[in-house]
Structures are given as C-alpha cells and as structure tokens.
C-alpha cells in the first residue's frame, strides 16, 4: 500500500538547525517534493528531490535515499516566519498522482 | 501570487445544500488538482484533471463531483452537504501529472 510518515510535530529555538523526517512506501517513485504550508494559507513548494543526494536552497536542504525510502528536509538558522506545517508528497508514478504525509507542524521559539 | 485563482474564497451554506467551488489554473498548466484540508489535518486528495480528462481519484465522497472544462478550468461541485464538509478546498494546477503543484489560495466552506 502507500503510506508516507512524518513527526506530527517539533519544537526548535530561533537561531538553530532542524531536521524534519519523512519516510515512504509507495508503488513507484518518480520524485518527492517537500512544501511550506503557514496555518490557513496555501502550501508553497520548497525544494524537488528525485535521484539520492542532497539539494541545497538557501537556508533549506532537502536529502533523498531511495533505497531506504527516506527524506529529510534541513531548516538552517531558523527564523520565527519558518514556523509552519512542511508537507512532504511523493509522485507515485504508477498514475502520477502525488501522495502527501499528513505533515509537521514546526514550532519555533525565541 | 501561484497564478491559479480560486472562487469563491469564502463560502457558508447549510446543510443540505449544493455548492461550486471554482479553480483556474495558471495559464498553460494542463493538470488540475483538488485536495480536501480540515481543520489541523494533512491535505486529503479528492480528484485529478489532465487535459480536460479525469486522471486519478482519491477519497472523493459520492456526493461530490468535479469537472474540466476545455478553457482547463475546473470546478468542484458538493452536494447533499454535512456539517463535516466544512474545510479549506485547494485547488493545484502543474504543467503534467507528477509535476510541481502550484495551489490557490483556497475557499473555505463553512457548513452551519
């Protein structure tokens, strides 16, 4: 079946580095995308990952491992507005549909 | 700005009632989207357009339908509607199936 986990959520101090987790088991895989959603507005897309390796963007990474069927997306230097939900979605592409994780809520504090 | 518009942003109804949310996706995007949010859950995929033709279903419920029109822009009908409807409705747009979604900004149903 497909399933995609992420933590619900996590805390981090203003200033610091924060890991966010995904793992996925799908049919296929044509690529994983990771998205910023702030509480009640749009997702807004954040970084495309589809060979293993790490793709870096400014204060954001974003790392895939095919073979474990595993990501991770980096926040560096973490700013108060980096407070959000960060989606992660795999294109399954049996269909192309993407399939998203239910999302991590990131809470930064001062 | 994503350049896909959503209409209309807001909307209250009651139950029992049938509404339409519409969606125009940026211009030349060719595959529209529709996800479901409720309050504090993940985006749930409702259905896939390609192109004027229905790609993929997700859990779409009966009582709601959706289509693409040949200008590729798309509405999302609900009918029969509950108190549990009420959520934020996204609409994406990308250039093909399994490309980078750009979302509108939303409508938020409210059923009261």
């Known amino acids: 079946g497909q399933n995609i986990d992420q933590p619900t959520e996590m805390t981090a101090t203003e200033g610091a580095i924060v890991q966010i987790n995904c793992t996925y088991q799908t049919s296929g895989f044509n690529g994983l995308f990771w998205y910023q959603q702030h509480a009640g507005e749009a997702p807004t897309f954040l970084s495309y990952?589809?060979l293993d390796g790490l793709e870096e963007k400014g204060r954001f990474s974003s790392f895939l491992s095919r073979s474990k069927g595993y990501s991770y997306l980096l926040l560096k230097e973490l700013q108060m507005k980096d407070s959000a939900s960060y989606l992660c979605a795999v294109n399954e592409d049996s269909n192309y549909q993407l399939i998203w994780g239910a999302g991590t809520k990131l809470i930064i504090k001062p | 700005d994503s350049g896909v518009t959503q209409t209309p942003k807001h909307l209250i109804t009651a139950t029992g009632q049938r509404v339409t949310l519409r969606c125009s996706p940026r211009s030349g995007d060719l595959s529209v989207y529709w996800y479901q949010q409720s309050l504090d859950q993940g985006l749930q995929f409702l259905i896939q357009y390609y192109n004027g033709e229905e790609r993929a279903k997700g859990n779409i419920l009966e009582r709601f339908s959706a289509q693409q029109f040949p200008d590729l822009h798309s509405e999302l009908n609900l009918s029969s509607l509950e108190l549990g409807d009420s959520a934020l409705y996204f609409c994406?747009?990308?250039?093909?199936?399994?490309?980078?979604?750009?979302f509108g900004q939303g409508t938020r149903l409210t059923v009261v």
């Open positions: 990952n589809v």
């Open positions: 994406a747009s990308g250039p093909r199936p399994g490309d980078e979604a750009f």
